[in-house]
């Protein structure tokens, strides 16, 4: 069947898109590295929408489930959340979108 893919769309409150770049830049993405969390892409939407785009990489279901429970339990993370949010919430919409690759696709 191959990996598991994970298309996270997340939609920011109104002038908190700034916010949201600096978490991941500064704290999220090394957090995901040292939980061994593999971000397969990450994307800005390209027509000013508020919005990120980002896929992630897993072997399979359980996995997935496991390292994201581990991630929303990490000590940093909740740190890192509770102080970036400190001036209001930043999402307004989280989306989970999971898949496959086609067999027929090559990369």
């Known amino acids: 069947m191959g990996m598991l ?11 908190r898109m700034e916010a949201i770049l600096q978490r991941f830049s500064q704290h999220t993405l090394s957090i995901f590295e040292r939980l ?8 800005i939407d390209q027509t000013g929408l ?6 992630m990489e897993y072997k399979d279901m359980e996995e997935r489930q496991r390292l994201w429970g ?4 990490d000590p940093e993370w909740i740190e890192v959340q ?3 949010e400190e ?4 999402l307004e919409k989280i989306e989970e979108i999971f898949m496959n690759r086609a067999d027929f696709f090559i990369r």
């Open 82 to 84: 509770r102080t970036s």
């Open 36 to 43: 061994e969390m593999k971000v397969y892409d990450f994307w």
């Open 87 to 90: 001036s209001g919430p930043i």
């Open 5 to 15: 893919y994970e298309l996270r769309i997340y939609t920011m409150h109104e002038g």
């Open 50 to 55: 508020p919005k990120l785009y980002y896929v």
């Open 70 to 73: 581990a991630f929303i339990q």
